[in-house]
């Protein structure tokens, strides 16, 4: 085959060395307009997997590079005259010009043609390839001229950074914070040679434009930030590469997802590699390695599928194929860790303290989490945990082991809890006229004896016409309160767990069927009319609501009241107003399903006015020591819906109305939501609010194991975490989750003990044949 590279950045020269060492019969020609000495940039790092992927492809070039790297295995924290330093990180890191005459060096020894100096306008340049890598990096020509092919999306990020070296060597990954009169500023700072380290300052659009920044020179700019990092630098200059600086030399990150990724041009296929086909952002150090990886992966199916002309187009389908998934993940982790930077100053740098905010930044992309960085570096990990025991109020001995961040207690008012995880609210559809049954005792009790703090019983609706569905629980009369009565009283008397209730209105989404019999689809005999904030349908053929009236919102906040001293007069914990899932009071918040033009209408304070009105009188009806929390959905997942934004504006008002706690669920507002749904995927909307907001916060959603719920608590991310399906696969999921871990501070239910022992054998037993294989 003939193959052309054009732009030698890692990924054209990688992949041809790759192929022509896979087989040394096809002509190999990397195209580069630079001079072969001549390149941007400072140091680029990657991990240790990385490299080892690199040794099994081309153990020669592996080895080179090993010689030329530099190995570090720690990070550390400049933050508010704190020195915060952890080990067990494991990365690489080189000159990006060393890298690339490596890379050089060994595609001429093997006999590919490198043409320097050759600015590359087309394809059409190259007629007698049969396949054109378009290698030429982010601003890639190669994918313009067939974007209507590619379908480029790129996304410029708010914040600014410009790219440095000193020659002061650093013996970490260094991150320095520093805060000016206009915000914050940060440094990412790593070693690649023996002399030079890179230096990238970051700062958000605001603070750079506060300082003047977006009026200085290159000279000005860096002599700035010298000065702000003076005390870092001890005494080393900033370098500045000026052949890659361009105008003030401050960059905005580009985020670049395409469509497809490779095109026939009648004569040649043409396939994006590296940049030109995806971004990642420097947070988490992955261009280089993602280009590596997409040379390797094209030079594997070649290998697989044969390295005739004849293999190209299913080569490059199934390339793309491979690439998309690991992409796709790498492009998740670099956007958290992007945002987390982008947001750092005002929501962690502003509120955290050092030791967790050092937290906070190792597990920023949502991929390290809590047992990696026990892996990476026990015994720091225990002293965090010791400390976040102790901010708990726990005393824990220097020398016994602290309790993971779940399994310390939270107060809030009088309400004690033992741990952190709650069983989140789950509707059972079993009900009978409203009222708890044998059923509902068996399934909360079994929960409360799993090891939850808190156990929430299912929404619970304040009228016959509030329920969502005729198997819906209710509070509205005497039975219905005996019933939850003797509920209550077995996860007291019998349990250590405490209880909660969730009160709501089901507004449009109610007269459905029981799930099971099709959820959200109107009942076809013996429903009521319903109320809404407009009068919307849910579904095109659902029951159209009528819009409510003042009448009615009198009627109903005394539904709620009555409700809530029912509530009060059986015991119950804490107490949960349902705004959230498109049910009555979400629907008045959601600009989707209010389009009222009163003043329950319209803008933030008109849309939060019905539902706080709720609010207030149930708070006043509900004892003073007790706490309540308010589920929102704090994104509607649709075009013109709420967004986090919205959510954090609404958290505010029921703070400010005396909520104490926010339980940051999302969507199920309107039918054709579009959610992004993925592990743990609505803690950042939680993270935000309690971050931002300053209010203590509940996070939900795809919490399924102690090591998520671990990170999410100890990162400050949430003060509880409400686990849903998992509890309704393992009613004990909490006692199995601390035996997983190996916490014995988890009590069981005296009469199970027998069980313990050789429960936690098991697992241990199970785990030692594990590392053995
Ligand atoms: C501030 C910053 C820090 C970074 N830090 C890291 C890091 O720590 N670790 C990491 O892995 N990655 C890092 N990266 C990303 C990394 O630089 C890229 O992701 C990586 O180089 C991608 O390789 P590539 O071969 O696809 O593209 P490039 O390295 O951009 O190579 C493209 C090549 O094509 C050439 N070219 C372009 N157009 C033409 C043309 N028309 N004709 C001829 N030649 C052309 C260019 O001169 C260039 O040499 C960082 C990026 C930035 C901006
Ligand atoms: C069967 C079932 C019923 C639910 N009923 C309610 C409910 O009554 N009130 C509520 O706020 N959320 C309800 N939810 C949502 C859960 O509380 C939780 O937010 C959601 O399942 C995500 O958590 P998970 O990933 O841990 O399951 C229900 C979820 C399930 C699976």
Not at 76 to 103: A, D, P, Q, S, Y
Not at 232 to 254: C, E, M, Q, V
Not at 655 to 662: E, F, P, R, T, V
Request: hydrophobic fraction near 40%; aromatic fraction near 10%; include cysteine.
């Amino acid at each position: 085959m003939r193959i052309v590279c054009i732009g030698g950045g890692p990924a054209g020269l990688y992949f041809a060395l790759l192929m022509k060492r896979l087989h040394p019969r096809h002509e190999i020609t990397v195209v580069e307009r630079n001079r072969p000495f001549d390149t941007f940039g400072w140091g680029v790092v990657f991990s240790d997997a990385t490299m080892q992927s690199m040794q099994q492809w081309d153990p020669e070039t592996a080895a080179t590079i090993e010689d030329s790297f530099n190995h570090w295995d720690d990070i550390e924290l400049l933050f508010k005259g704190r020195r915060i330093r952890t080990t067990g990180h494991g990365f690489v890191g080189i000159g990006r010009k060393r890298m690339l005459n490596i890379l050089q060096d060994r595609c001429l020894a093997l006999g590919v043609e490198l043409v320097f100096e050759r600015e590359v306008s087309s394809d059409t340049e190259f007629p007698d390839a049969d396949l054109i890598i378009a290698s030429d990096g982010v601003n890639s020509r190669i994918r313009a001229r067939y974007a209507d092919v590619f379908k480029p999306d790129m996304v410029v990020r708010p914040n600014r950074y410009i790219w440095l070296g000193t020659d002061k060597r650093f013996d970490a990954f260094t991150f320095d914070f520093r805060k000016t009169a206009h915000g914050w500023f940060q440094a990412h700072i790593y070693r690649f040679d023996a002399s030079t380290s890179t230096f990238i300052v970051e700062t958000t659009d605001e603070v750079f434009k506060a300082h003047g920044l977006d009026k200085m020179d290159q000279d000005a700019s860096i002599a700035f930030c010298e000065t702000l990092f003076a005390e870092t630098l001890d005494g080393h200059k900033l370098l500045s590469n000026a052949r890659h600086l361009r105008g003030s030399a401050w960059l905005n990150f580009g985020r670049l997802i395409c469509d497809t990724w490779s095109h026939f041009n009648g004569r040649s296929h043409v396939v994006l590699m590296g940049d030109s086909a995806h971004t990642a952002h420097f947070a988490i150090g992955s261009g280089t390695k993602l280009a590596i990886d997409d040379a390797i992966e094209l030079a594997r199916q070649f290998d697989l599928a044969g390295h005739g002309r004849g293999s190209i187009a299913e080569v490059l389908t199934r390339y793309e194929e491979v690439r998309r998934v690991d992409v796709a993940r790498i492009q998740n982790a670099a956007r958290n860790a992007m945002e987390w930077f982008e947001v750092v100053g005002q929501r962690y740098a502003d509120t955290l303290e050092p030791e967790q905010f050092m937290y906070s930044m190792l597990t920023r992309s949502q991929r390290i989490s809590h047992e990696n960085l026990r892996l990476r570096d026990k015994a720091w990990l225990e002293n965090f945990e010791r400390w976040f025991a102790q901010r708990a109020g726990i005393e824990v001995s220097s020398n016994g082991p602290p309790p993971p961040p779940m399994f310390t207690p939270y107060k809030v008012r009088d309400l004690h809890l033992h741990n952190r995880i709650m069983v989140s609210p789950m509707a059972m559809y079993s009900a009978v006229d409203g009222v708890p049954n044998d059923f509902h005792l068996v399934h909360l009790g079994a929960r409360a004896d799993g090891g939850a703090a808190l156990i929430f019983g299912e929404m619970t609706c304040v009228a016959p016409e509030a329920r969502i569905t005729p198997g819906c629980l209710g509070l509205w009369n005497d039975e219905q309160e005996r019933a939850w009565q003797r509920i209550v009283d077995y996860v007291h008397r019998h349990t250590p767990a405490k209880i909660g209730i969730q009160l709501g209105h089901a507004g449009r989404k109610g007269s459905t069927r029981v799930a099971w019999e099709g959820m959200d689809e109107p009942l076809a005999a013996g429903g009521w009319p319903l109320i809404s904030a407009s009068a919307l349908p849910y579904l095109p053929h659902s029951d159209v609501p009528r819009a409510m009236t003042r009448a009615d919102m009198d009627r109903v906040i005394a539904e709620f009241v009555a409700a809530t001293r029912r509530a009060a007069r059986i015991g119950f914990d804490i107490l949960e107003l349902h705004a959230a899932h498109g049910y009555l009071l979400s629907s008045f918040l959601s600009p989707l399903t209010n389009i009222r033009d009163d003043e329950y209408g319209g803008s933030h304070e008109n849309r939060a006015r019905f539902p706080l009105e709720v609010f207030r009188a149930v708070r006043a009806a509900w004892p003073e020591a007790k706490p309540t929390s308010v589920r929102l959905s704090t994104h509607d997942w649709f075009d013109g819906g709420n967004t986090p934004e919205d959510a954090a504006i609404f958290a505010r008002m029921f703070k400010d109305a005396g909520a104490d706690l926010i339980d940051c669920s999302s969507g199920q507002v309107v039918n054709d939501q579009k959610p992004v749904y993925g592990r743990l995927y609505q803690t950042p909307f939680s993270d935000k609010i309690r971050n931002e907001e300053h209010v203590a916060t509940i996070a939900v959603g795809a919490i399924s194991e102690a090591d998520h719920a671990n990170s999410i608590i100890a990162a400050g991310r949430a003060d509880l975490c409400a686990i849903a399906r998992p509890h309704l696969a393992d009613p004990s999921f909490v006692i199995h989750e601390a035996a997983k871990i190996g916490f014995a501070g988890q009590a069981w239910p005296k009469q199970y003990l027998s069980a313990r022992a050789q429960y936690e054998a098991n697992l241990a037993r199970a785990a030692a044949e594990a590392a053995a294989r």
